[in-house]
């Protein structure tokens, strides 16, 4: 077997783990979700939610993929003593690295959106009317031609491995992200309107908060959030070194993902209820605050249009948040299947890499061109249904075919107390019980609606 490569430093895991972690789920959904479902109590549940239930996931993804250090097939169908738990194992990581590869292949697309939109910013700058045109209408060519360009993006950096791809370039992005957001918070905040999209985002309707519609769209956001159920964050947990502290570390990813999906609600928000001061519409015919992609690819860049020659800048700097964060979370993507594919056969990670990616391209290009009959189905198969199945079926692995002594070991070794931890009293009837139900209960929810 060819060296796995590892993380070099704890820093670099994290960059690369809330690279992951923090995507287009963060910035889009996110807000928008907690302004149609009472504002402040959505981000409570939220926060809840992603501690209570989102974590203890994370965590047995990461304590499995290091223990195993192995890719999430080998991993799953290593783990149990009879033939019966290797096959659903094997069944189960197979499936994993299908549904990472598929939600790669839509997630592309949508960040080939963002690219185009984000050079959409520059043709206006320089006056191209044709260029910003073409950069901003929905067509199958500049679909294709823009996803093609942001799967090499994501290509290039993985097919340069761990350190010398993911850990480098999440190391350069992540902080580029901080940046940006923060300096897009303190302008948009500025706007006029600003104020009654935090009042809307902050203040909580607690009437909502036993909704139950509330707390299924908080955990499934979680989850998703979190890049949890396919094998990302176990691959990357593979990578960790022997000597770090697990719990403190999984739990660190999950504050700084929710940290940054709070802070892209001051920026969404605000700005949405700016463009309402501009005589934008924001609200949808049925009384909902408008989502999606009206959201992010007409309202928001007619409020860019409104600014004057700012626009341009603010324009430039939103869609490059968007494309730095699609990046780090597609190259966790690609990932899941290429570190398969490296530790099955007998090839170079370069190859398997660009193999790899062109099939996921040629994905891609079949939901390009057939978009409206196969691109929401897609979407819903994998984020809906198979990510939070395969989010049981892996704590099911961490709560009962895993011996639980060698869990143990695995987190002692950067964290010599934990026995005695509240951690190690409380995750491992977490995983048995608790999460598989509760799980199951989301998933009911789904397949009901
Ligand atoms: N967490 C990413 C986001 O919020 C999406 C993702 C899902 C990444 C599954 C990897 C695996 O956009």
């Avoid at 299908?98 to 006056?127: D, E, K, N, R, T």
């Avoid at 950069?135 to 679909?143: I, Q």
């Avoid at 940290?259 to 949405?272: R, S, T, V, Y």
Wanted: charged share 10%; hydrophobic share 55%; net charge positive.
């Amino acid at each position: 077997m060819q060296n796995r490569g590892q993380f070099s430093s704890r820093f670099g895991f994290l960059m690369a783990a809330t690279g992951s972690a923090v995507g287009l789920g963060n910035i889009w959904s996110f807000p928008t979700n907690t302004a149609s479902n009472g504002g402040g109590a959505f981000v409570l549940a939220y926060f809840i939610l992603a501690f209570s239930l989102a974590y203890p996931a994370l965590m047995a993804e990461l304590i499995i993929g290091r223990h195993t250090r192995s890719n999430i097939v080998a991993a799953l169908s290593g783990a149990g003593q009879r033939s019966l738990a290797r096959n659903v194992g094997k069944f189960t990581g197979l499936y994993g690295v299908l549904i990472a590869s598929v939600i790669l292949s839509f997630y592309a697309l949508v960040a080939g959106w963002m690219m185009a939109h984000l050079l959409a910013a520059v043709a206006a700058a320089a006056q191209y009317e044709r260029a910003l045109d073409w950069l901003t209408s929905f067509g199958t060519a500049r679909n294709v031609i823009f996803c093609s360009l942001f799967s090499l993006l994501t290509i290039f950096v993985v097919a340069h491995g761990i350190e010398r791809g993911i850990e480098r370039w999440s190391r350069r992005l992540m902080p580029a992200l901080i940046t940006l957001m923060l300096a897009l918070i303190a302008y948009v905040l500025t706007l006029p309107g600003a104020t009654t999209g935090l009042q809307l985002y902050l203040l909580p309707d607690f009437s909502q908060i036993s909704n139950p519609q509330l707390l299924i769209s908080a955990l499934g956001q979680a989850f998703f959030s979190l890049s949890l159920g396919v094998g990302t964050m176990m691959v990357y947990g593979s990578y960790i070194r022997a000597e770090e502290n697990l719990p403190a570390t999984g739990a660190l990813v999950t504050l700084i993902d929710t940290a940054i999906a709070f802070l892209a609600g001051l920026i969404i928000l605000p700005a949405l209820f700016a463009a309402q001061r501009k005589g934008l519409q924001i609200y949808n015919t049925d009384g909902s605050l408008i989502s999606g992609p009206g959201l992010i690819f007409e309202t928001l860049p007619m409020l860019f249009a409104a600014m004057g020659v700012i626009g341009y800048l603010v324009s430039f700097a939103f869609f490059t948040l968007m494309t730095i964060a699609a990046l780090t979370s597609s190259i966790s993507m690609l990932e899941v299947p290429v570190a398969y594919a490296t530790e099955r056969f007998e090839l170079s990670r370069r190859r398997l890499t660009w193999i790899v990616g062109a099939l996921i391209f040629t994905c891609s290009t079949v939901l390009a061109v057939n978009f409206d009959a196969l691109f929401d189905l897609v979407v819903d198969v994998t984020t809906k249904y198979s990510q939070p199945l395969l989010g049981i079926v892996i704590c099911v692995f961490a709560g009962w075919v895993f011996n639980r002594n060698r869990l143990l070991a695995e987190i002692q070794r950067g964290y010599p107390n934990a026995e005695h931890s509240l951690f190690w009293k409380l995750w491992p009837p977490y995983v048995r019980y608790f999460c598989p139900l509760l799980i199951i209960a989301v998933f009911a929810q789904a397949v009901i609606h």
